[in-house]
């Protein structure tokens, strides 16, 4: 992951942050730390809020390049890398269907599933659903969360099936889609991959140890009681496990750049994955940087590498080629 990039070679560089999802205020905090990276590595970057300017004002900014800091809808589904390559300014992160794809957890499991990856079963619900067979099918507890969704917004873990219908509802105010997932009881686990294709590669092994389990909005982005071990203190087999099966779901999904896998390991050592963010975030409490630290990479260096990976995905075209 080593290697010193010359910051004037990124150009113009925007740097795309709020946007219109639940997770805006997370994403400013991601966005104003990476724009302050880049410019402290003397980087010509400017900081573009897609919720308070118009496209044709980031078309008429003659950008080199894009680094997406975008949580959730209309920046981590698709919708703004599609933007991106029609005006041809090349972009970090994975491309238009693969962020599509891994946006959605329902489509993102059945991807999965037919690789024979490991990831909790699950039921698609919809309004009338029957609580009686999901809870049948999958147990209690279990955990009910919106498909399009991240941060852990309208997620719920469900301990009987009386509350199963209100579980549905709160999800449901975030997204018509919704799951039920099999709650995997374990060790909690984050791995940030990055890379494209067979160069992917998995940075250290991240051990998430929050509050009664709970690693809710509040402990992921406010509060100061999870703890976070990195090096995981998993033996080398298991790291080497996890990372193998990380890499192999973000290979799976097509994505590109860099991106996270979450994962849980149950009591008899098998991996199950959870989830893969495509845009991770880049504040003071995300785990990321705190990988790429383990690896020798500080916070700058890690944003200049990520900067420096931006391509156009739909045509194949790199930065290179674009010049």
Known sequence: MNGRIDPKSLGKVVVLYGGKSAEREVSLKSGSMVLAALKRQGVDAHGFDPAEHSMVELL???????????????????????????FGIPYTGSGVAASALAMDKI???????????????YVRLQPGFDAKAV???????????????????????V??????????DMAYRYDPNVLAEKF???????VPVMGEGQG??????????????????HNKYIGN??????????????????KDLCVKAYQVLGCAGWGRADVLVDSDGTPWL??????????????????????????????????????????????????
Not at 136 to 157: D, F, H, N, Y
Not at 225 to 239: H, I, N, R, V, W
């Open 60 to 86: 008429e900014g003659h950008f080199d390049r894009a680094v997406i800091s975008l949580h959730g809808r209309f920046g981590e589904d698709g919708t703004i890398q599609g933007a991106l390559e029609s």
């Open 107 to 121: 489509l993102t499991k059945a991807v999965w599933l037919s690789e024979g990856l490991s990831t909790p079963d």
């Open 135 to 157: 809870v049948q099918r999958l147990g209690l507890p279990l955990i009910v969360k919106p498909a399009q969704e991240g941060s852990t917004l309208g997620l719920t873990k």
């Open 159 to 168: 301990k009987c099936e009386e509350d199963l219908q209100v579980a549905f």
């Open 184 to 190: 995997i009881s374990g060790m909690e686990l984050t």
């Open 200 to 217: 992917a590669y998995a940075l250290p092994v991240i051990r998430i140890q929050a509050p009664d389990g709970n690693y809710d909005y």
């Open 225 to 242: 009681e999870t703890q976070y071990f990195c090096p995981s203190g998993l033996d080398d087999a298991m790291e080497s496990r996890v």
């Open 274 to 323: 959870l989830e893969l963010n495509t845009s991770p975030g880049m504040t003071d409490h995300s785990l990321v940087p705190m990988s790429a630290r383990a690896s020798g990479v500080d916070y700058d260096q890690l944003v200049l590498k990520i900067a420096a990976s931006a391509r156009l995905k739909a045509s194949g075209q790199n930065l290179g080629d674009k010049r």
